[in-house]
């Protein structure tokens, strides 16, 4: 019997699997979401996620990054080095032979919860209401990585082998910079292609822009605030590098055209996320930093980015004589995310379309991710092909009340289980 004429029967048991055992589902992804997996103590997470992996005879391996090693990579980027308490999870399910491997990675950590007055739901409570989980990255990204595990658990549960082998990571330090993804790579943990689920909604994401992290300063003259004309306010120049910045996002947004962007009203901001400046509310102020985010295009290099940004800030000077004199201060640091381009023609993106489309019975969207994963680094570090698709609210990612549908979560699983079938064969 053919592997294709058996894929249906496949399908259907799977489906079948997983519809049997959403309670259970429902209670791993809240115990996930009731772990406070911010940035320093992913431990706890990690070590639930192992205890499953071993389950399924999978072979774990749990550690915690050097740092020092790390950040002499020249695709590290991240505002710490120091990783203890923050272990890296990695899981390898031998195939039989003879088939294409397959990278299943996700990150576990998330952002603050920020004001917990304005969430209505308990940040770290896993509630399940009407459908719909809620917690603190519940949607970005712990649902997608229950999805994996439940796609591996599904596939040993209805007896089915891979011919090839099966790669899951459960990585660290995704929201700030990839550091996480970076030491799998360095591990040797890679694969002839690879899927993020990321809180796409169940769309294909085959290109993602890129990021990057700049601060600027701006330099006045200090003055007592009763005779401000005889200083230069950091806080008045300040206002046209803003206007600069927004204008370099509009010159450069004006050139996209690709129609993966076609719904999204800026492709590739500049957002400033950061101001500081001044000592004394009767003193002018002789300084300000300005700190941001700008995006990447999935086809730019970080490195032109970079000499956009330098020369917009650099033609300052042109029309103001003070910033000539004292020019704007330019500096790149912390986290980046490196852009992802896939051609939506390629066989691991139709051949998800195809999945997505036996599974729900529809075709997935298909458009450019508006913001960056850990699929550039997985390119450029183990040269994986990755396509970001997983289950997930993006409008509530980094918000209060943030969710995931459950339903979605399990409609993730099938897709990813039959695409582990599809791509790495039966064994």
Request: aromatic share 6%; net charge negative; proline share 6%.
């Amino acid at each position: 019997m053919s592997e294709k004429t058996r894929e249906p029967n496949a399908l259907a048991a799977i489906h079948q699997w997983l519809a049997e055992r959403e309670h259970q589902a429902a209670q791993l992804l809240a115990q996930m979401t009731r772990c406070r997996s911010v940035q320093g103590q992913e431990t706890e997470i990690q070590q639930l996620l192992a205890a499953q992996l071993e389950r399924l005879g999978m072979e774990v391996d749990l550690w915690e990054p050097d740092g020092e090693e790390l950040s002499s990579h020249p695709l590290f980027a991240s505002p710490r080095t120091d990783f203890a308490g923050s272990p890296n999870l990695a899981a390898k399910l031998p195939g039989s032979g003879g088939g294409r491997s397959f990278l299943l990675n996700g990150h576990i950590d998330v952002v603050p919860v920020g004001d917990p007055e304005q969430w209505t739901q308990d940040p770290w409570g896993g509630n399940l209401v009407e459908g719909r989980l809620y917690g603190r990255g519940a949607s970005d990204m712990k649902g997608g990585v229950a999805a994996s595990l439940l796609a591996l658990q599904a596939l040993q549960g209805c007896g089915i082998r891979l011919a090839g082998d099966v790669i899951f990571e459960s990585v660290m330090e995704e929201e700030s910079g990839g550091a996480g993804t970076l030491a799998a790579s360095l591990r040797g943990y890679r694969a002839d292609a690879g899927l993020i689920p990321e809180p796409t909604g169940l769309a294909v994401f085959p290109k993602q822009q890129g990021s990057l992290w700049f601060r600027l300063t701006v330099h006045g003259r200090g003055a007592h605030g009763g005779s401000r004309y005889e200083g230069v306010s950091a806080i008045e120049k300040a206002m046209g590098v803003v206007a600069a910045v927004l204008e370099l996002e509009k010159e450069r947004n004006s050139r996209i055209t690709d129609p993966l962007y076609a719904a999204t009203p800026i492709p590739v901001p500049i957002n400033l996320g950061v101001i500081g400046g001044g000592e004394w509310p009767s003193s002018v102020p002789d300084r300000v930093a300005l700190e941001g985010r700008m995006g990447v295009a999935p086809d730019e290099t970080i490195q032109n980015a970079q000499a956009q940004m330098s020369r917009a800030i650099s033609k300052l000077g042109q029309k103001d004589g003070w910033l000539a004199e004292h020019p704007v201060e330019l500096e790149w640091f912390g986290a980046r995310w490196l852009p992802c381009s896939l051609d939506p023609e390629s066989e691991l993106v139709r051949m998800l379309v195809e999945v997505v489309e036996e599974v729900r019975g529809e075709s997935p969207a298909m458009v450019a991710a508006p913001w960056g994963t850990d699929a550039g680094l997985l390119g450029a570090a183990a040269g994986v092909p990755t396509v970001v698709f997983g289950p997930g609210v993006v409008a509530t990612a980094h918000q209060p009340d943030e969710y995931v549908l459950l339903e979605d979560v399990m409609t993730a699983a099938e897709v990813i289980a039959l695409m582990l079938l599809r791509w790495c064969g039966r064994g």
